[in-house]
């Protein structure tokens, strides 16, 4: 129990949004609500998840769980992104570029949080589209895990990594 306590602290739990939902019933209204939540170990690895409940803190609580189990490893190049992707979900599209270092994490809020979440210090990005939080959400993490290390695409290319990174960064 005290394992899973001390992995949980090094843990980064961000709600990106609450939303309260309203049912008419015979007495009235019953309030229910979901949590957008994004969890990193700011080592490289995140995920999120949508936790809902009658009560606020029982809503979060569940979106931590479900992305702690959804997180999966992202490819970090330094402080930021190996090289520039669009992620696209929906009507939302997010583009994302490498920065150097210094220049900080540029970006809406809930890009923000998934990159403070995953241990991304220095990264432009802009939504284009829908400004809908899940679904920027979806399309950030749909492009972060679909980049892959410049070690792994030299070999499958067959060509040294150094002329890749060259050929990447001009």
Same mark, same amino acid.
């Given at each position: 129990m005290s394992e899973s306590a001390g992995e949980k602290s090094d843990l980064i739990e961000k709600v990106i949004r609450i939303n309260r939902v309203a049912k008419v019933v015979k007495g009235g209204r019953r309030f229910s609500f979901s949590a957008l939540v994004v969890v990193g170990d700011a080592k490289g690895r995140v995920g999120c998840s949508l936790g809902k409940a009658n009560e606020v803190t029982e809503a979060i609580r569940k979106g931590i769980e479900g992305a702690t189990k959804a997180m999966k490893p992202?490819?970090?190049? /330094?402080?930021?992104? +190996?090289?520039?992707?669009?992620?696209?979900?929906?009507?939302?599209?997010?583009?994302? $570029?490498?920065? =150097?270092?210094?220049?900080?994490?540029?970006?809406?809020?809930?890009?923000?949080?998934?990159?403070?979440?995953?241990?991304?210090?220095?990264?432009?990005?802009?939504?284009? /589209?829908?400004?809908? +939080?899940?679904?920027?959400?979806?399309?950030?993490?749909?492009?972060?895990?679909?980049? $892959?290390?410049? =070690?792994?695409?030299?070999?499958?290319?067959?060509?040294?990594?150094?002329?890749?990174?060259?050929?990447?960064?001009?």
């Open positions: 992202v490819v970090i190049e /330094g402080r930021t992104i +190996p090289y520039q992707t669009i992620g696209r979900f929906g009507a939302s599209r997010v583009v994302m $570029k490498p920065c =150097e270092p210094g220049r900080g994490i540029i970006a809406s809020g809930p890009v923000r949080a998934i990159m403070e979440a995953l241990g991304i210090h220095d990264i432009s990005a802009k939504n284009l /589209g829908s400004n809908n +939080p899940h679904n920027v959400v979806k399309a950030t993490l749909f492009a972060l895990y679909q980049l $892959k290390s410049f =070690e792994e695409i030299a070999e499958r290319r067959g060509v040294p990594v150094e002329r890749l990174r060259g050929a990447m960064a001009g």
